[in-house]
């Protein structure tokens, strides 16, 4: 089962930490359409916040065509995001992830590493011949 986690220091709204959560599942091939979320009886229990709060990431994502719900049985992952093949994905965060250990291992810092990505993500794309 899908589990949320909350960082009540981030200044992100909590409804929007969970729709970038799911987000972020469905990218990484952790949710994939037809996987039930959590109910938000089960999401109030576990993180203790307003139900209302739940019920507002999930009509964003209803919004958005991401999830279905469906009376009864829960709200399910209608489709995906992002087009990688989940192989593609998997090797790209291998290489991603040893890329910070090396990273961590020269000095970099949290922010070190997030400004590199920012500078990186954000630089002009170059094609290789």
């Not at 049985?73 to 093949?85: P, V």
């Not at 910070?100 to 997030?114: H, K």
Request: hydrophobic share 40%; no cysteine; glycine share 10%.
């Amino acid at each position: 089962m899908f589990v949320f986690v909350l960082d009540a220091q981030s200044g992100v709204p909590t409804y929007v930490q969970l729709i970038q959560q799911v987000k972020n599942g469905i990218r990484m091939g952790l949710l994939r359409p037809g996987d039930r979320l959590p109910t938000a009886k089960e999401v109030v229990g576990a993180l203790a916040i307003n139900p209302n709060t739940v019920l507002k990431a999930y009509r964003e994502l209803e919004r958005e065509g991401l999830v279905a719900p469906r009376p009864g049985a829960g709200t399910f992952i209608r489709k995906g995001l992002g087009s990688a093949s989940p192989e593609s994905r998997d090797r790209l965060f291998g290489e991603l992830r040893s890329w910070m250990d090396r990273a961590r291992d020269a000095g970099l810092d949290e922010d070190d590493i997030l400004a590199l990505f920012a500078g990186a993500k954000d630089a002009p794309v170059t094609r290789r011949a």
